[in-house]
């Protein structure tokens, strides 16, 4: 069994990062990403409609399993390059298509789903970069979150987000923690390095390791195979292939050498874990929950919140929900996470001090 060294491994989504867009502006959440990444594909001219699902005013979950289809579709289709000019004896066409026509077909449909795919790839960066969000605003509020659990910023906490926003490692920067995110140090005099996310648990509790679940807006694969980092608020193909997991129910990071480094500390650092966090997501990555259910021993480190309307309620399908999936051991707390906050601030102090510690008070079913 694991030692329990690392004081708190803090786990966000969309929800968290929400509030704190620059000037007041909220960054978008799942459906309304997929509003304007829906707008965005209509700007490129290319019939994407049919062939990705994606449509105006999808739920986050209907999003996320359209998106998911089309991807994985994709990348089937680039596999059987060599497979589809044989299916076409099956016809009864009188007219064979020749080797160049088949050819000239393939490579169109493959140029137009590149394109499809690099305006979703587009769109997260235009509305995730650094330009977007409000440092100053998110240090603020993690830092009173933070301090409810009765742990420093400097203590060694582990940031883990499936968020593409760089929000988590500016606000422990404010509040004056080190964040390693693998980015390499920008150094007066020689060229930035790249990428590197091994052994970012190693840097505790010096640093506090930033793990970029799903990639990071700025995170570009060269053609030499490094990750180098770019300071961008624009995508550009001439800046390589983004190294971002976009959303997809069942997703995988096994086949990306930086997500899979990522995923496999992430394991590590819940089963070192004195408690764990998650504010802000939806918890409808199947990937995500596993990780969670196998790797913390003791369910009653675990603390899930929930968003927290005005009289401190919940959504009792969401309740219902996360029970479902994780059962009765893990605390559920109300929680509106953001600017302001309020919900069951007694609860979570009182779970920080001791999360083992019976009868501290949680949000029972109804």
């Known amino acids: 069994m694991a030692e329990q060294d690392i004081p708190l491994v803090l786990v966000t989504g969309a929800g968290a990062s929400r509030d704190f867009g620059l000037s007041g502006a909220q960054l978008p959440l799942m459906g309304e990403w997929a509003d304007l990444l829906v707008k965005s594909l209509m700007d490129t001219g290319i019939d994407f409609r049919v062939v ?87 240090a603020d509020a993690y830092g009173k979150l933070i301090e409810l659990l009765h742990v420093s910023p400097r203590d060694g906490v582990v940031y883990a987000t499936t968020n593409y926003d760089p929000l988590g490692e500016l606000a422990l920067s404010v509040l004056g923690a080190h964040p390693d995110t693998g980015d390499a140090a920008d150094m007066k005099g020689i060229q930035r390095g790249p990428v590197d996310v091994a052994n970012l648990l190693r840097g505790l509790p010096r640093y506090a390791p930033v793990l970029h679940l799903h990639g990071k807006v700025g995170w570009y694969r060269q053609e030499n195979g490094l990750v180098e ?96 999936d994780f059962g009765t051991d893990p605390f559920y707390y109300p929680l509106r996470f953001g600017r302001s906050m309020y919900g069951n601030l007694d609860g979570l102090e009182k779970w920080g001090l001791n999360p083992l510690v019976p009868g501290i008070p949680v949000l029972k079913p109804s």
């Open 52 to 138: 990705t699902g994606l449509r105006p005013n999808m739920s986050g979950p209907e999003f996320e399993e359209a998106l998911g289809r089309f991807l994985r579709n994709v990348e089937a289709f680039k596999q059987i390059k060599e497979f589809v000019p044989l299916t076409y004896r099956f016809t009864q066409r009188p007219a064979r298509v020749s080797d160049a026509q088949m050819n000239d077909w393939y490579g169109n449909a493959t140029a137009q789903l590149d394109g499809i795919i690099d305006a979703i790839r587009g769109s997260v960066v235009d509305n995730f970069n650094y330009s977007k969000v409000a440092a100053e605003a998110a």
């Open 229 to 324: 980092t770019r300071e961008i608020t624009r995508h550009d193909p001439l800046h390589g292939v983004p190294v971002i997991m976009l959303p997809d129910p069942q997703k995988t990071y096994a086949d990306n050498d930086v997500l899979a480094l990522l995923w496999s500390q992430f394991e590590q650092a819940l089963q070192r874990a004195s408690k764990t966090l998650v504010v802000g997501h939806s918890l409808n990555d199947k990937l995500l929950v596993k990780t969670l259910r196998d790797n913390i021993t003791d369910q009653k480190r675990l603390a899930i919140t929930l968003l927290a309307d005005e009289q401190g309620g919940v959504d009792q399908g969401e309740l219902d929900r996360l029970r479902a």
